[in-house]
């Protein structure tokens, strides 16, 4: 929370932002009946970089579906108790992995039969004994595509921030998990003052700017488990977990001073902006809705009792 940034480093760093995806490793999970097998595709892709389950029982693998959330599933054809197949088309029947790359092992070389394997739902095959190279590279594009199909959509496109639906989305599932943990939560809403001013005194790209700069340094200065969602145009939602208020308002409160040091140019003028903040607490506040409400109704108080500041 403390790592301190220099206002230049935060204009230059825009860039960074605005790659929508993540470092994090391809996540692939192998399902097949010979553990020797699933255990030699496992070590070709952890090769990689990836990170791989394997699953020798089909009956297991919608269960490890949900606990892994791959990017990819790599499926043996030939399974006694179901058909690769089968498996195919009853993970197609559930919504959550309609867009989940599914590719097909097979020494299955007749054409028909890849045809219906095809049909239900798989996006490519590959021949065993498999070529090494060719299983890396055909997992690789299909669940980095995967990953930015996800990002597209889940991301705002200018910030890299989550996006009002996906943030509402991923306060609600912390919501839940803070439930089971009996865990606090805060949320802060942020607002940008006089930010039409901004606009009309400098240029809607000069307030682009400020729109990015400030999502840099939440960014940079919130954790990572943190929720950060650009929610409208100049307006900002963070769930910081595990959290109460008033540690909430004191590191908003830091950030607050961050940002108005922040020198902006745009066509030789030099300005700064400010924001204004209204923090509300979970369990208090028990759903994502009166969450929402009540930090609302603070960030109205601030506004109201003259701007430029953080309200609980
Ligand atoms: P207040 O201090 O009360 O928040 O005043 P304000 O001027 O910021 O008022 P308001 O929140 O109503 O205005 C938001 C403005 O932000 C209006 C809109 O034109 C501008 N805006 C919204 N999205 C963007 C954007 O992506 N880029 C730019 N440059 N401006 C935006
Ligand atoms: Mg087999
Ligand atoms: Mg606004
Ligand atoms: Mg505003």
Same mark, same amino acid.
Do not use: W
């Given at each position: 929370?403390?790592?301190?940034?220099?206002?230049?480093?935060?204009? @230059?760093?825009?860039?960074? @932002?605005?790659?929508?995806?993540?470092?994090?490793?391809?996540?692939?999970?192998?399902?097949?009946?010979?553990?020797?097998?699933?255990?030699?595709?496992?070590?070709?892709?952890?090769?990689?970089?990836?990170?791989?389950?394997?699953?020798?029982?089909?009956?297991?693998?919608?269960?490890?579906?949900?606990?892994?959330?791959?990017?990819?599933?790599?499926?043996?054809?030939?399974?006694?108790?179901?058909?690769?197949?089968?498996?195919? =088309?009853?993970?197609?029947?559930?919504?959550?992995?309609?867009?989940?790359?599914?590719?097909?092992?097979?020494?299955?070389?007749?054409?028909?039969?890849?045809?219906?394997?095809?049909?239900?739902?798989?996006?490519?095959?590959?021949?065993?004994?498999?070529?090494?190279?060719?299983?890396?590279?055909?997992?690789?594009?299909?669940?980095?595509?995967?990953?930015?199909?996800?990002?597209?959509?889940?991301?705002?496109?200018?910030?890299?921030?989550?996006?009002?639906? =996906?943030?509402?989305?991923?306060?609600?599932?912390?919501?839940?998990?803070?439930?089971?943990?009996?865990?606090?939560?805060?949320?802060?809403?942020?607002?940008?003052?006089?930010?039409?001013?901004?606009?009309?005194?400098?240029?809607?790209?000069?307030?682009?700017?400020?729109?990015?700069?400030?999502?840099?340094?939440?960014?940079?200065?919130?954790?990572?488990?943190?929720?950060?969602?650009?929610?409208?145009?100049?307006?900002?939602?963070?769930?910081?977990?595990?959290?109460?208020?008033?540690?909430?308002?004191?590191?908003?409160?830091?950030?607050?001073?961050?940002?108005?040091?922040?020198?902006?140019?745009?066509?030789?003028?030099?300005?700064?902006?400010?924001?204004?903040?209204?923090?509300?607490?979970?369990?208090?506040?028990?759903?994502?809705?009166?969450?929402?409400?009540?930090?609302?109704?603070?960030?109205?108080?601030?506004?109201?009792?003259?701007?430029?500041?953080?309200?609980?």
């Amino acid at each position: 929370f403390t790592k301190p940034v220099k206002p230049l480093d935060l204009m @230059l760093a825009v860039d960074e @932002l605005t790659t929508p995806l993540d470092d994090e490793p391809l996540r692939v999970m192998v399902v097949d009946d010979e553990p020797e097998v699933a255990a030699y595709h496992a070590l070709l892709l952890e090769a990689a970089g990836m990170v791989v389950q394997q699953v020798n029982h089909p009956a297991e693998a919608l269960n490890a579906l949900e606990r892994f959330s791959p990017d990819l599933l790599l499926v043996d054809v030939y399974m006694p108790v179901c058909s690769g197949e089968e498996l195919a =088309s009853i993970i197609r029947q559930q919504p959550e992995y309609v867009g989940l790359p599914i590719i097909y092992l097979s020494s299955e070389t007749d054409s028909q039969k890849q045809l219906s394997a095809m049909t239900a739902g798989v996006e490519a095959f590959i021949t065993k004994p498999v070529v090494p190279e060719e299983l890396v590279s055909a997992v690789k594009l299909r669940a980095e595509r995967l990953r930015l199909l996800r990002s597209l959509m889940t991301r705002d496109s200018m910030t890299g921030l989550y996006n009002h639906s =996906s943030t509402t989305d991923l306060i609600s599932k912390a919501l839940a998990q803070g439930y089971r943990d009996n865990t606090q939560h805060a949320m802060a809403m942020i607002d940008i003052d006089h930010f039409k001013s901004v606009n009309d005194t400098h240029g809607h790209l000069a307030g682009d700017q400020v729109i990015i700069t400030l999502a840099r340094l939440l960014k940079t200065r919130l954790r990572m488990t943190d929720i950060i969602g650009r929610y409208g145009g100049e307006e900002f939602v963070i769930l910081l977990k595990g959290v109460s208020d008033e540690r909430a308002s004191e590191l908003i409160d830091t950030l607050r001073i961050d940002f108005e040091q922040v020198e902006f140019h745009a066509g030789g003028a030099r300005f700064s902006c400010t924001f204004s903040a209204g923090v509300s607490s979970f369990p208090t506040q028990p759903s994502t809705e009166s969450l929402r409400l009540s930090a609302d109704q603070a960030l109205y108080r601030a506004k109201h009792q003259g701007r430029n500041q953080v309200v609980t």
